[in-house]
Structures are given as structure tokens and as C-alpha cells.
T-cell receptor, first 112, second 111 residues
Framework: KQEVTQIPAALSVPEGENLVLNCSFT??????LQWFRQDPGKGLTSLLL?????REQTSGRLNASLDKSSGRSTLYIAASQPGDSATYLC???????????FGQGTELSVKP | EPEVTQTPSHQVTQMGQEVILRCVPI?????FYWYRQILGQKVEFLVS????????KSEIFDDQFSVERPDGSNFTLKIRSTKLEDSAMYFC?????????FGSGTRLTVV
């Protein structure tokens, strides 16, 4: 069964700290992996998409990597800010246009 | 930046009633989806739609659910006879090989 797991479930850090969120998937034949942000009671905002031929993507203070052989992806957030507080979701798909399989998310709290 | 638009943002309905959730995907996207998220739980796939037909559906998507693309812009999810356990946030998404774009969701409350 194709599953996505995120560790930790919750994380609290002081402002300014660099942090890493982890995502693992059981089936290494992943096609695309996408990281999302979700604020409480809100929709999903796409942060980064890593296509199967890529190893990493960067946007501003965010960097996501994909290691298919180990079944892992990480989201690195540099110089965290209170505005980064949200739930971060990773999700993978296994074919073009296929469904996204979501992890349960990491709830991040950045303290001023 | 192109958006996926969902209406209504909130819907309260009585158990047993029919509801229709509406979505306008990004215009040049070819793949459309519905997902749901029960409070405190994972985002779950319901159904995908491509080339005017269902391409995949989950076990959740039983006979009480249906999807339709009635014209060139709208994409709807119908729940025929709502149950209490259908209360959730329902997300529409579209995709064109450059990642998925999600709408802001419809919060459905069945009372």
C-alpha cells in the first residue's frame, strides 16, 4: 500500500532557527512530490513541486529535496519567522495526473 | 496567478439532504479532483476526472457521490443523501503537470 508519513507531528522552535521537516513514502517509484502549507481552517497552498527527474527545488527561504532511493523528502526552512507557523503537508503522486497521497502533516509553531 | 475557485465556502445541511459543491478549475488544466479532510485527519482523495470521465475513485466515493463537468468551466461534486460523517472540508484541485492547485475549500456541516 502506498503511504506517506511525516515526522514529527508537531514542532515548536524559536524565531530565527533553521529547521527540517521530514516526509517518507513507502513506494520509491514516486512521480512527483509536492509540499503544501495549510493554515488553520484554510485551504492548501502549494510551496514546492519536485518532479521525478529532479533532486531539489528552492523558493526563497524554502528548500525541498527528494531522495527516491531512500523514500524520503525533506523541507528545509531557513531563518524561521512567526508567520511560518502553519501545518506543512507533503504529498506524492505515482503517475501523470494521478491522485495525491498525503502525509498527516507537521504542525509548526515559530515563537517570537 | 490562476486560481481554483470553490463555492460556497460554508454549507450547513440536514442529514438526508442533497448538496452540490461547486468548483471552477484553472482553465487550461485537464485533470480535476475532489479531496476531503475530516477535522484533525489527513487529506483524503475522493475522485479524479479526466477527458470528461472519472479516471480514478477511492473507496469513499460510493454511490451517494457523483461528479459532473456540466460546461467548459464548472466541476461539481454532488452528495445525494448526506450523513453526519460527511461533515468535512471538501477541496477541489486541478493539475496540468506542473503541480496541483487547490481551491480554498467548502466546509460542509451535516446536522
Amino acid at each position: 500500500k502506498q503511504e506517506v508519513t511525516q515526522i514529527p507531528a508537531a514542532l515548536s522552535v524559536p524565531e530565527g532557527e533553521n529547521l527540517v521537516l521530514n516526509c517518507s513514502f513507502t513506494d520509491s517509484a514516486i512521480y512527483n512530490l509536492q509540499w503544501f502549507r495549510q493554515d488553520p481552517g484554510k485551504g492548501l497552498t502549494s510551496l514546492l513541486l519536485i518532479q521525478s527527474s529532479q533532486r531539489e527545488q528552492t523558493s526563497g527561504r524554502l528548500n525541498a529535496s527528494l531522495d527516491k532511493s531512500s523514500g524520503r523528502s525533506t523541507l528545509y526552512i531557513a531563518a524561521s519567522q512567526p508567520g511560518d507557523s502553519a501545518t506543512y503537508l507533503c504529498a506524492g503522486t505515482y503517475n501523470q495526473g494521478g491522485k495525491l497521497i498525503f502525509g498527516q502533516g507537521t504542525e509548526l509553531s515559530v515563537k517570537p | 496567478e490562476p486560481e481554483v475557485t470553490q463555492t460556497p465556502s460554508h454549507q450547513v445541511t440536514q442529514m438526508g439532504q442533497e448538496v452540490i459543491l461547486r468548483c471552477v478549475p484553472i482553465s487550461n488544466h485537464l485533470y480535476f479532483y475532489w479531496y476531503r479532510q475530516i477535522l484533525g485527519q489527513k487529506v483524503e482523495f475522493l475522485v479524479s476526472f479526466y477527458n470528461n470521465e472519472i479516471s480514478e475513485k477511492s473507496e469513499i466515493f460510493d454511490d451517494q457521490f457523483s461528479v459532473e463537468r456540466p460546461d467548459g468551466s464548472n466541476f461539481t461534486l454532488k452528495i445525494r443523501s448526506t450523513k453526519l460523517e460527511d461533515s468535512a472540508m471538501y477541496f477541489c484541485a486541478s493539475n496540468q503537470n506542473y503541480g496541483y492547485t487547490f481551491g480554498s475549500g467548502t466546509r460542509l456541516t451535516v446536522v
